[in-house]
């Protein structure tokens, strides 16, 4: 798609109290993800917080809210799911559809999990995609052991595969918050 073509969405994925609470560079995170809520909300971008919901992070609970930051503001949609991939079974492709967006401008946690299965799944789906590159995160590793990268590699990891990443059709970037506008056309490098 073109970039003069572009409708934005925000995707804030999975940054709910528990999480928030696990997560490597936390503030950071919901910093750059709130400073894009309110570009979004002021250029009438569609925002839609995706919400896991589990054993773990059950309904009503204080760890399954969504941090108090990033909380909802009138307009923007809640999706519930129960899976990484923040399309399967839930709503959220038609949410998007209905609302003519062509490209998701994607944050949350955990970069290599929900993350990375929307980000993917998006673009299967026909949707341009934006990563935004210090909007996404994962969970503190405090022993350092374990087959996991460390989290800071972990992010950069998703961040050069994104920049690297061509998909047919689709225009996929790597932006740093800062960076990312939503006006028509998209997220074009300029707020």
Not at 105 to 126: D, K, M, N, P, Y
Request: glycine share 10%; proline share 7%; hydrophobic share 45%.
């Amino acid at each position: 798609m073109s970039a003069a073509a572009a409708a934005p969405a925000l995707l804030v994925i999975d940054m709910q109290n528990a999480l928030v609470g696990i997560a490597h560079r936390a503030s950071a995170t919901v910093l750059a993800i709130a400073g894009l809520q309110a570009r979004a909300r002021a250029a009438g971008a569609p925002v839609v917080l995706v919400q896991q919901q589990d054993e773990e992070l059950e309904p009503g609970t204080e760890g399954w809210r969504i941090t108090p930051r990033l909380a909802p503001a009138p307009g923007d949609t809640v999706i519930a799911k129960t899976a990484p991939d923040s399309f399967l079974g839930t709503g959220l492709d038609a949410v998007l559809r209905g609302r003519g967006v062509s490209e998701v401008v994607v944050t949350g946690f955990a970069t290599e999990i929900c993350v990375e299965s929307t980000a993917r799944q998006a673009l299967s789906r026909g949707y341009d995609v934006v990563l935004v590159a210090d909007g996404h995160t994962t969970s503190v590793r405090p022993d350092g052991s374990g087959p996991y990268a460390a989290p800071e590699a972990s992010v950069a990891h998703h961040n050069e595969i994104y920049r690297n990443l061509r998909f047919p059709g689709r225009r996929v970037r790597v932006l740093p918050a800062a960076e990312v506008g939503f006006g028509r056309g998209g997220p074009s490098g300029a707020p």
